[in-house]
């Protein structure tokens, strides 16, 4: 991105940002204008925000689980490519992301698995293919772990559950760790166009995700999720022992989730994955080079 239009939208951002100040409750909720495939549902932990363009049962159903902070309209390239190939498609905001309530319990994988389990018990779903983008590639092994029965396949999109995770005694929250990261959410902001190989393409990127930055709650959600991390190495040997379907994509450029930390680790733990590389991309590959991410993507689904 060109260094004046960055410095614009940064200052732009800042002078406007009031950060934490909506609160997402019956009101927020009241005053939300659905659009036709949308949706809130009050499930065991809180209200969830769901989209989906379910009209009938299908025989086959997708799941789409976002990653760590953006919610799931980071995956809408993926939704409507589905949706327009008449794929049966949910896509759900976890708690204390996008729309969904931001909760008072810690934030972990089993919290978010549970939450997605619990949509599709909604939506009467016996049975499905997830699909989990960088963070959410750890909630749908969690998914497998607790209810292997209802996975048909997994899909893993720069997946960051075969990082190190750096486990903590103290998984609580402070009051400091909230203002500091508050603090720090111009730079939070900004930090998100390192997502992309080439940031120049995505001018509107960090204005929309300023946006997750007005809602109060969204900090503490995202420190607890972190404090929260642990290793889901004995999950994926488990994974790879059963007879569930795993594929693995990867931007080639990917320096959010660089893949060469964990190579050799990912080949003994989940030696039985299908693994493809795209050129030319980050950590967001449907995104960046959706063409050859598609063709991949309907190639794993059309078998």
């Not at 603090?183 to 080439?198: A, W």
């Not at 299908?274 to 995104?287: Q, R, S, V």
């Amino acid at each position: 991105m060109r260094p004046f239009l960055t410095i614009f939208l940064f200052l732009s951002i800042t002078a406007s940002a009031n950060f934490e100040t909506v609160i997402k409750d019956e009101k927020f909720r009241d005053n939300f204008n659905l659009g036709p495939e949308e949706n809130f549902v009050d499930l065991a932990e809180g209200f969830t925000y769901f989209k989906t363009n379910i009209s009938q049962e299908c025989p086959e159903y997708y799941i789409l689980v976002h990653g760590f902070s953006v919610p799931s309209y980071i995956l809408d390239p993926v939704y409507n490519l589905l949706s327009e190939k008449s794929y049966c498609v949910v896509a759900l905001d976890l708690y204390g992301r996008g729309f969904s309530e931001n909760i008072n319990k810690p934030y972990t994988d089993r919290l978010f698995a549970k939450q997605t389990l619990q949509l599709l018990d909604y939506l009467n779903i016996k049975t499905a293919t997830f699909l989990g983008l960088s963070n959410g590639g750890r909630v749908i092994s969690k998914i497998a772990d607790i209810k292997p029965q209802a996975v048909n396949a997994l899909i893993y999109i720069a997946s960051s559950g075969f990082l190190e995770a750096e486990e903590r005694d103290d998984k609580s929250v402070s009051q400091k760790e909230i203002d500091d990261l508050i603090g720090q959410y111009p730079s939070l902001i900004e930090s998100q166009l390192s997502d992309f190989k080439y940031p120049e393409k995505y001018p509107d990127w960090i204005t929309k995700y300023a946006e997750l930055t007005k809602y109060k709650g969204f900090a503490k959600a995202l420190l607890s999720t972190r404090n929260n991390h642990t290793s889901l190495d004995g999950i994926h040997k488990k994974i790879n022992q059963s007879d569930i379907p795993i594929f693995t994509i990867w931007g080639e450029s990917d320096e959010v989730v660089p893949y060469d930390t964990f190579k050799e680790k990912i080949e003994v733990i989940f030696s039985r994955r299908n693994e493809f590389f795209i050129d030319e991309t980050g950590h967001l590959p449907h995104m960046e080079n959706p063409e050859e991410f598609n063709k991949i993507l309907l190639n794993i689904i059309e078998g």
